[in-house]
Antibody
Framework: QVHLVQSGAEVKKSGASVKVSCKTS????????ISWVRQAPGHGLEWMGW????????NYAQKFQGRLTLTTDTSTRTAYMDLRSLRSDDTAVYYC?????????WGQGTLVTVSS | EIVMTQSPATLSVSPGERATLSCRAS??????LAWYQQKPGQAPRLLIY???TRATGVPARFSGSGSGTEFTLTVTSLQSEDFALYFC?????????FGQGTRVEFK
């Protein structure tokens, strides 16, 4: 089966950066992209960006341009999300998902808490 | 950016009843729509893609319909495990926007 397993919860100070990993298995990594989505407490889903599985092409939501970097390591089948200059409203659960046009499956989520 | 609007925000239904959830796109998206189910503390799970195709393992009581700007997710004979949050998503254009969700709760 296809699995996406994310790194553990993080607590960061305002202004810091966070890097979340998403390790995949069960499919040919380079054949699919990975999208990242976040969900603030009690809120809906917000798409952040996408990265190709084979050539590092990225597409970022305008809101995160300049603060977000998505990367992959094809040797370990792992995708990474790096978000900089964290603010309190970045507190959310961050998900990776295999992007087959729609998102399936999703990682289990990583809670990032930003404190001042 | 395509805006997705779901209604109602909350739907109160009794077990065994039918639930009908709506999703509207701000411009035509053809059939480039997916539905997801999310339970508390869990990641979303794909239910429907291409507006009407059930994902692997999704029970037949879930069905999707619609095209263009109006879409519907129907759950016939709600089971206890179906009480959850449901999101629609368009994948016609970047960004791949989501609706704000419909919560299906016990009546």
């Amino acid at each position: 089966q296809v699995h996406l397993v994310q790194s553990g919860a993080e607590v960061k100070k305002s202004g810091a950066s966070v890097k979340v990993s998403c390790k995949t298995s069960g499919y040919t990594f380079i054949n699919y992209g990975i999208s990242w989505v976040r969900q603030a407490p009690g809120h809906g889903l917000e798409w952040m960006g996408w990265i190709s599985g084979h050539n590092n092409i990225t597409n970022y939501a305008q809101k995160f341009q300049g603060r977000l970097t998505l990367t992959t390591d094809t040797s370990t089948r792992t995708a990474y999300m790096d978000l900089r200059s964290l603010r309190s409203d970045d507190t959310a659960v961050y998900y990776c998902a295999r992007d087959t046009t729609w998102f399936d499956p999703w990682g289990q989520g990583t809670l990032v808490t930003v404190s001042s | 950016e395509i805006v997705m609007t779901q209604s109602p925000a909350t739907l109160s239904v009794s077990p065994g009843e039918r639930a009908t959830l709506s999703c509207r796109a701000s411009q035509s998206i053809g059939i480039n729509l997916a539905w997801y189910q999310q339970k508390p503390g869990q990641a979303p799970r794909l239910l429907i893609y291409g507006a009407s195709t059930r994902a692997t393992g999704v029970p037949a009581r879930f069905s999707g319909s619609g095209s263009g700007t109006e879409f519907t997710l129907t759950v016939t004979s709600l089971q206890s495990e179906d009480f959850a949050l449901y999101f629609c998503q368009q994948f016609t254009n970047w960004p791949k926007t989501f609706g704000q969700g419909t919560r299906v709760e016990f009546k």
